[in-house]
Structure formats: structure tokens, C-alpha cells
T-cell receptor, first 113, second 118 residues
């Protein structure tokens, strides 16, 4: 069955520290992969996406993600976290044409001063 | 450019009552999605429209949920009668037209409607 797993329900990092959020997928063929961010009371905003090609993808707000086919993973990283990055982050997988996008359960990021 | 609009933002009802949510997508976006996001979970697709036709409603509980997009623009999602487990945030998203085998077009999300069923 198709699934997206985010193993960490919540993560706390200090401001200025590096961040890595984990995502594993099970989707048959290599899907399109996405990371979204959701701030309280807001809709989801796309941070970055992977379709094919270079496995290291750059996104907005200084985020990047690396696709590793052998590990079925698509982890999100940021070298230095800012307090404004505190939010919920969702990994998602979809297929050609944008159908049946599946979201993980999310990881809530807390940033401490 | 105006984003996806949803109303109301919050709704509290008692079980067995009915409720409706409205969504106005970004102008020119042919594809519209309704998602249900239960607390602690990721969004789950309920229904996907292409213009005024349904592309996917496989996860829509059709005994109580209905959705329409009569003129291919605005959409309404209705629940009748509501159950306690329907408490969730209902997200609407839109994108340029999606076609099977075609390129992926980014989905833009509205702020959602938070439904509480008592």
C-alpha cells in the first residue's frame, strides 16, 4: 500500500542549529515527492519538490531535501534554523498528473532560543 | 494574486446536524481538491475536481459527504449528518489543470475551515 512515514512526531532544536526532518515513502514506482510547511491557522505552503534528476533539491526559506532511492527517503534539511521556522512540516508523495497525493502525519518543529 | 479563499474559518455544530463549506479557488485553476485533516494527521484527499467533473472521490464517505463544483469555479462541501469523528480541518486547494501522465502542477492551499462536532 502507498504510504508516507514521518517517524518524528515533534522535534525541538535551538535557534541557529541545524535541522533534519525524516521522511520515508512506499509508493511503488518512484513518486513525485514534496515537503510542505503549515503555520498555525494557515494552509500548507510548498517548500520544495522532487520529480527527477539531481537528488539534492533546493527550496524556499533556505531548505533543501535529498532523495535517496535505496533508502526510500526524502529528508528535509536546513543548516541554521530561525525561530520563524517553528511550524508543522509535511512530507508528501504523488504521481504523474498530480493524482492521489499522500501526506505523512507531519512533524512539529519547536525552536528554542 | 489572490489565494484560495475558504469560509467559514470556524464552525461548531452538534452531531447529526448538517454543515457546508465553501471554497473559491485561484482564478484560472481548473483543478480543485478538498482534503480532511484530522488533528495529528496529515491531510487526506476527499475529492478532486477537474473543472466541474469529479476525477477522484474514492475516499469521500458518500453516505454523508457531498461536494459539487457546478460552474467549474467555486465549490461546496457538505456533511449531513455530521458525526463526532468529522471534527477536523477541511482544506481546499487548487492548481492548474492536472492531466493523467502530464506534468505536476503545484497545489495552492486555502487556510482551511476548522469543524468541531459536539
Amino acid at each position: 500500500a502507498q504510504s508516507v512515514t514521518q517517524p518524528d512526531i515533534h522535534i525541538t532544536v535551538s535557534e541557529g542549529a541545524s535541522l533534519e526532518l525524516r521522511c520515508n515513502y512506499s509508493y511503488g514506482a518512484t513518486p513525485y515527492l514534496f515537503w510542505y510547511v503549515q503555520s498555525p491557522g494557515q494552509g500548507l505552503q510548498l517548500l520544495l519538490k522532487y520529480f527527477s534528476g539531481d537528488t539534492l533539491v533546493q527550496g524556499i526559506k533556505g531548505f533543501e531535501a535529498e532523495f535517496k532511492r535505496s533508502q526510500s527517503s526524502f529528508n528535509l534539511r536546513k543548516p541554521s534554523v530561525h525561530w520563524s521556522d517553528a511550524a508543522e512540516y509535511f512530507c508528501a508523495a504523488g504521481n504523474t498528473g498530480g493524482f492521489k497525493t499522500i501526506f505523512g502525519a507531519g512533524t512539529r518543529l519547536f525552536v528554542k532560543a | 494574486e489572490a489565494g484560495v479563499a475558504q469560509s467559514p474559518r470556524y464552525k461548531i455544530i452538534e452531531k447529526r446536524q448538517s454543515v457546508a463549506f465553501w471554497c473559491n479557488p485561484i482564478s484560472g485553476h481548473a483543478t480543485l481538491y478538498w482534503y480532511q485533516q484530522i488533528l495529528g494527521q496529515g491531510p487526506k484527499l476527499l475529492i478532486q475536481f477537474q473543472n466541474n467533473g469529479v476525477v477522484d472521490d474514492s475516499q469521500l464517505p458518500k453516505d454523508r459527504f457531498s461536494a459539487e463544483r457546478l460552474k467549474g469555479v467555486d465549490s461546496t462541501l457538505k456533511i449531513q449528518p455530521a458525526k463526532l469523528e468529522d471534527s477536523a480541518v477541511y482544506l481546499c486547494a487548487s492548481s492548474l489543470a492536472q492531466t493523467s501522465g502530464g506534468s505536476y502542477n503545484e497545489q495552492f492551499f486555502g487556510p482551511g475551515t476548522r469543524l468541531t462536532v459536539l
